[in-house]
């Protein structure tokens, strides 16, 4: 047999498989980029001498190449992962499909971010029809020998084989009723034994080949498999919602396994060093006597505490881990604070006892709700684990959004139907869905859904992104509906035992009472309440660690962050939430209120200016108050007034009623109106009659604005005595001469209203950069426009267009082909519509020196958008005023991103 350095040397100089565990190190030092996340920390954990199964790692080179050439192998890879199983091999003293005592493996995927349940694993590899009995012998326990190998032919017919899951375990639940059992530990050797072979059956009827006895031969299946998986459906979901590039690949860990089914002294769990739920620092997992790690995380049985502390205060009777093995526990204890200290950062743990020994299988950074996140973080720094810069740097932007939005009333009366266990904290009502596409489907036309099922598997990732809150019959704290449940911020109750489903029948049973799909249902994941109808809602307090790390967050940023809004509402939510002004006020949203949109209506559809000005004067101070109350909001901070902006078609009358009231209001005929809206009629209106284009052509609509701001803000300066800061802002530029026009008629009613108040204020006006030419011509058009504010949404249209309003019908496609890697209008277009920005960005500068540049498309609010402002040097981004915080957060790491 090649040794690993001549394998390596064989045919290429790409080495593809790393070993570790028994004093073996191949060099890959942690790197989750080759190893993988799960690779690398095995390697971690070896390396510092916690007790792990020996192994190695196909790198995520392999996967990229495995796709790259069809699924085709280089020869080289042969020998170096047959040199992986010698090594193996020899830690363990086992041989790999020897009769007498064989080596059997676990086989699993691991990408370099943590992707729970989304791609597959196999364990107990290397049974087989003759292995089982040499196992049976080796191991004294013919019952766990036949338990394995029946798990073993299920998995991986699943997995490998892609059978029907479900004929499978139907036979399980046949053979345990025909016995009148209710557990699996029930059953015995002999039933083991015949379950097999019916096992075997069902594999040669629905597969119509044998089960594979060669171990190679199911080495390498599970292997591509693996590889395989990063391309499930489910995965290429996962990896969407969360943004992680699709070329990345995954490692497959080729690992011996470790037996937790061994009896009453072997055991398997997951566990976590602080409660990822509320950050407390107290250990949190859950363990199984005599099982496998997939019966706990799967949900397949619902597994007993970890801690004595969290059983009495569950009132739970079975023995926790600190009990019924004290000093296994205690071996676990120390190596949680072992890896807590070496990774600076909580820590999700799988582990196995087999016959009292301890093993580790896996550490990561655990997930985490947001409101444990910034607990774990602040703490952490407060106890010197890490530094405050670093605390900053630890909680996703994206997750804050959890902790901004309203929770269940405790005052409010509550229906309580059951009780399961408090998995994913928040709160959520919705329609009874029982399945992942209706749970999307209804979604899509605007329902909010709570999707309730026996248990989730990853192929319900993409209904558990739909539904607003996931309930389970089945499966503990750290089964798959929690996990990702908490990852994604949706409130999750599991294991409702309680709960029957019959999803045929679209019917729900709890306590003797019968729900059916579309009946409204709220859970609480924090309490793990299930309650009958809608529950009331009350906003949340933000203080706290919340407090202190926005404040730490403030202390690195450079970027200032405003809010979009438009009603005096939105601007206190948004300065409560720590916003430096307002980036974006479309003065649009006040003409639709119903006490105005008649004499809006009046305006646009008068042919003359004489009718136009009498409406516009009846506007005139609902717009003043309108800018008041936001002035006084804002009092001393900078207020970006966008003037009226979309296409009038916006504003026309629909129905006859409503022409009949605007001929009322303005004194003319129906029949006369309804030609005059004919004539403004346009094909596309989204590039036609608007922004300043109707400044020009009705400048009296732009004077009026103006003198709204200026009279309110005159009226704000002297009832308070601090002035506001307008920015006046005209929209869709393209020429340096419409910004002339437009600024000249601005600083006209400016003189005038300061003449006739005999009083001033300080203000700009600037434009929106929202089309390529105006980005082309920023130097030119900077010589008039004093700041300019990138408009993203019709930036990215205008510059791939592509709309807006209609790309949702085929963008997810293009993110899936890899031909956007995000979708263009929730993270900005780097490559195209941020290389206009920097353009423009430059190019205004040259012209204007310290001229004020931001953005405020919904782009604002996104992190990856905020970590190209920063890296632009634009001055500030304007976000909607939930979104505040997080755009706070994200400015902040990508000031520290950039310093590196």
């Known amino acids: 047999m090649l040794t690993m350095e001549e394998a390596s040397m064989s045919t290429t100089a790409t080495r593809y498989v790393y070993r570790f565990g028994g004093g073996v190190d191949d060099g890959g030092k942690g790197d989750k980029n ?232 072997s055991a398997t769990g997951v566990a976590f060093t602080r409660d990822p739920a509320t950050g407390e620092n107290a250990y949190y997992g859950e363990y199984l006597i005599n099982a496998q790690g997939e019966d706990v995380v799967a949900g397949i049985r619902t597994p007993q505490y970890l801690t004595r502390a969290a059983r009495e205060r569950a009132g739970a009777k079975p023995l926790s881990m600190e009990e019924a093995m004290p000093e296994t526990y205690a071996e ?222 403030d202390k690195v940023r450079r970027l200032k962050v405003r809010a979009n809004a438009e009603t005096p509402l939105d601007c206190q939510t948004a300065r409560d939430f720590g916003a430096e002004g307002v980036g974006l006020c479309r003065t649009e949203h006040m003409f639709f209120d119903a006490a105005r949109i008649t004499a809006v209506r009046e305006m646009i559809l008068a042919d003359s200016e004489k009718g136009r000005r009498v409406a516009l004067d009846k506007l005139l101070p609902e717009q003043r108050d309108d800018f008041a109350q936001i002035f006084m909001v804002m009092a001393g901070l900078p207020v970006t007034i966008r003037l009226l902006d979309p296409p009038l078609h916006e504003f026309l009358p629909h129905g006859e009623a409503e022409f009949e009231e605007v001929a009322r209001a303005a004194g003319v005929g129906v029949e006369a109106l309804k030609r005059r809206a004919a004539e403004l009629h346009e094909f596309n209106p989204m590039l036609g009659h608007r922004g300043c284009r109707l400044g020009v052509t009705y400048p009296e609509i732009y004077e009026m604005q103006a003198r709204a701001i200026f009279e309110a803000a005159l009226i704000i300066k002297q009832r308070s005595g601090e002035a506001p800061i307008p920015e006046i802002m005209i929209p869709l530029v393209a020429t340096k001469k419409e910004l002339e026009l437009m600024k000249a008629i601005v600083d006209s009613v400016a003189k005038q209203v300061f003449e006739e108040q005999g009083a001033s204020v300080d203000y700009l006006v600037g434009t929106m950069i929202e089309l390529p030419r105006a980005a082309l011509k920023a130097g030119e058009i900077a010589e008039v426009g004093e700041f300019f504010s990138f408009g993203t949404n019709d930036l990215t249209q205008t510059t791939i267009g592509i709309s807006r309003d209609d790309a949702g019908r085929f963008l997810t496609q293009y993110v899936d082909k890899g031909i956007f890697a995000r979708d263009p209008f929730v993270s900005i277009d780097v490559e195209g519509v941020g290389e206009l920005i920097e353009l423009a960005a430059e190019r205004g500068r040259a012209t204007r020196s310290g001229i004020k540049l931001g953005i405020c498309g919904e782009h604002g609010g996104d992190p990856a958008s905020i970590a190209f402002c920063e890296k632009t040097g634009l001055d500030y981004v304007s976000a909607s005023p939930y979104r505040v915080p997080i755009a706070r957060l994200a400015a902040a790491q990508a000031a520290l991103a950039n310093r590196k």
């Open 34 to 265: 080759l190893l993988g996340g799960k690779g690398a920390n095995l390697d971690g954990m070896a390396a510092i001498g916690l007790p792990v199964p020996p192994g190695f790692t196909i790198t995520t080179e392999m996967c990229t190449r495995y796709y790259t050439d069809g699924g085709v192998y280089p020869e080289s890879l042969k020998a170096e992962v047959a040199n992986g199983i010698a090594h193996i091999e020899g830690v363990t003293g086992k041989k790999f499909g020897d009769k007498a005592d064989p080596l059997l493996v676990s086989v699993r995927s691991g990408a370099r971010i943590s992707m729970p349940g989304m791609m597959d694993t196999v364990l107990n590899l290397g049974l087989n029809d003759e292995t089982v009995i040499g196992l049976a012998a080796a191991s004294g326990d013919e019952r766990f020998a036949w338990d394995s190998y029946r798990r073993f032919i299920q998995m991986y017919s699943d997995v490998v084989l892609e059978l029907d899951h479900g004929a499978f375990e139907e036979a399980l639940e046949i053979a345990k009723e025909d016995q009148g059992y209710t557990l699996d530990t029930e059953m015995t050797a002999a039933d083991w034994k015949a379950l097999v072979t019916e096992y075997k059956g069902l594999v040669s009827k629905l597969w119509n080949k044998p089960f594979p006895q060669d171990v190679n031969d199911q080495l390498w299946g599970a292997i591509s498999a693996v590889f395989g998986s990063w391309q499930a459906d489910r995965a290429k979901v996962y990896r969407r919602l969360n943004s992680i590039p699709h070329d990345w690949g995954t490692a497959v860990n080729v690992q011996a396994m470790v037996f937790g089914n061994m009896g009453d002294t």
């Open 332 to 553: 676990l204890a120390r190596v949680f604070q072992i890896l807590e200290t070496h990774y600076r950062d909580m820590q999700d743990i799988e582990f196995t006892v087999q016959q009292g020994k301890l093993w580790m299988l896996q550490t990561r950074s655990g997930k985490r709700t947001a409101k444990a996140a910034l607990k774990i973080a602040v703490d952490m720094a407060n106890e010197g684990l890490i530094t405050e810069e670093e605390a900053v740097a630890r909680v996703d932007p994206a997750a804050l959004d959890q902790l901004l939005h309203p929770t269940l009333d405790p005052k409010a009366p509550r229906d309580v139907l059951t009780k399961g266990l408090p998995a994913s904290p928040g709160a959520a009502s919705g329609a009874i869905v029982f399945d992942a596409d209706t749970a999307e489907r209804r979604n899509e036309l605007g329902d909010s859904v709570i999707l309730v099922r026996v248990e989730t598997s990853p192929e319900d990732i993409h209904g558990m992104h739909a539904a607003k809150g996931i309930l389970t019959a089945r499966g503990g704290m750290t089964s798959h509906a929690a996990v990702v449940a908490r990852g994604m911020g949706r409130p999750c109750v599991s294991g409702a035992g309680s709960l029957s489903i019959d999803n045929a029948a679209k019917t729900l049973r709890i306590e003797g009472r019968t729900l059916k799909e579309g009946d409204i249902l709220t859970i609480d994941g924090s309490t793990g309440e299930v309650m009958a109808g809608e529950v009331p809602t009350v906003q949340p307090e933000l203080a706290g660690d919340f407090g202190i790390l926005m404040a730490w967050a």
